[in-house]
């Protein structure tokens, strides 16, 4: 159960950060970098405040580097379809490619 809340906390904090990070790209077209990254780091914020306690929670359970390969698959699993359905991005097979070598991460960070 803890791993699953763990995960949950993680993909909140996960689709809040993708948007803090690229969200401004299409949303703040043509104003100054500084105010895009003032925007995104008022963004990251929130992002903290899902991702420490989620990552303070998981590590009850979950070993450092479990934690860490856990959040980058969460995050290729939250930007995929940002990058498809926000940012208008078409859709390859290096996706998929790069899938399949993430999901052999979690296999052998993972694997007993």
Do not use: D, Q, V
């Given at each position: 159960m803890r791993i699953i809340i763990t995960a949950l906390g993680l993909v909140c904090s996960?689709?809040?950060?993708?948007?803090?990070?690229?969200?401004?790209?299409?949303?703040?077209?043509?104003?100054?970098w500084y105010l895009a990254a003032l925007v995104s780091w008022g963004v990251?914020?929130?992002?903290y405040m899902i991702a420490v306690?989620?990552?303070?929670?998981?590590a009850q359970t979950l070993t450092l580097p479990q934690l860490k390969i856990m959040q980058e698959a969460?995050?290729?699993s939250v930007f995929v379809p940002f990058a498809v359905l926000f940012a208008k991005q078409?859709?390859?097979?290096?996706?998929?490619?790069?899938?399949l070598c993430v999901l052999g991460a979690v296999f052998f960070i993972f694997k007993g």
């Open positions: 996960n689709c809040i950060m993708t948007y803090a990070w690229y969200g401004h790209l299409s949303s703040m077209k043509g104003k100054a990251a914020f929130f992002e306690p989620a990552n303070r929670y998981g969460i995050a290729l078409p859709i390859g097979w290096n996706y998929l490619w790069a899938t």
